[in-house]
């Protein structure tokens, strides 16, 4: 493993702090006495941040270099951290901190999907990015246990839920320090790109199909996340039981699954490896729809190992087509991170009209749609 890589799977750990703040908010509810709307307006936030600065993101890092983006992102999280950490904001201050860690966090994204390719060596491209991607679920996963151990931490005791902002930004400050001194050497197109050129790429099927793809694939992590507790109570499985084998044991899957991608990638090539993933989820997705315990619990397991390595592999495939117009592609994919609110919307209407366990079909579907698109080529050879 390149020594110029290890600076960069820093920068995917701090990406997962962003996943916090869901769990945060029932702290916060409690601190500023909000309704539970306006506390999910905290995630409501850094997702809006994905849909609204992705494309932009894309084209500055097209003018100014994945890695100085990268740093911009940093430094932007560095600072939205900052303030809790120091103050007490009120709720108006604190929802723009978390805007603004939205913003950076979508800025590492842009640039670090893509900066992985500059800073790989020849043929570990697919492999590092399973990686990293991983690397950002631990991130997440301390980053959420963090949020609710904090208060048993003498140190920060006294600052209740606010304890965890002075550990996030010495993360974000480091990883920043350490990104400083990696040397990337990036070429910028001879054009300057624009929001029409990027959105051009559209227009071309391998992007087009790849961006939806994307899209759906977030939709159906997301869905699996927000409704297979609820859809294993409603097999009949214990509380107990279901909260253990549910989105807890799915997301454990998730980042087993990227990690163990990451050295399976080096023996498997990515459009193999994309297309029995998308197998599996489909597979995995398909036996929770017979509402069976036995049948659900193997069903989180495949589809926890099937979707954990979607994103790396359609990204990097992807990209591949065409290195050059790497940060307006990245920006389009992670733009495409809004199927995360809006797949879920349609499973949730499945499950108000009584399918129950049948509405895994949304993910179902979504993954049916990858797996097809697994079969298709790309302009080049696939690799």
Known sequence: ???KTLPIFMAFLVMGVADA?????????????????????????????FAAFSVPGGLLAARIGMKKLLLLGLGLNAAAMLVPSVMVPGFGVLLVCIFVLGIGTTFLQVAGNPIMRVVSAEGNYSRNLSFAQGIKGLGSTLATYLVTAITAIALFKNMGWRGTFPIFFVLMAAALIFV?????????????????????????PVFALAVLGIFLYVGAEASMGRFLFPGLLDMGMEEATASKFGAAMFFLLLTI???????????VQPRPAFRISALMGAVGAGLLMFGNTSLAIAGVILSGLGFANIWPL??????EEKPERAGELSGLMCMAISGGAIVPL?????????????????????????FVLSLKGGTKAAA
């Open 314 to 319: 359609l990204f990097s495939i992807t990209v």
């Open 257 to 267: 699954g990227r990690i163990a991608g990451g050295a399976l990638l080096t023996k």
């Open 1 to 3: 493993m390149k020594l």
């Open 346 to 370: 349609l499973m949730g209407g499945l499950v108000d009209a009584g399918m129950k366990s049948l509405a895994f079909v949304i993910p179902v579907l979504c993954f049916v749609y990858l």
């Open 21 to 49: 703040m869901g769990p945060l908010s029932n702290a916060v509810k409690e601190q500023y006495e909000l309704s539970n709307v306006m506390a999910t307006l905290l995630s409501f936030f850094v997702f809006i941040a």
């Open 180 to 204: 400083c001194f990696i040397k990337v050497e990036e070429s910028k197109p001879e054009v300057p790109p624009s929001i029409a050129s990027s959105l051009k790429l559209l227009k071309e």
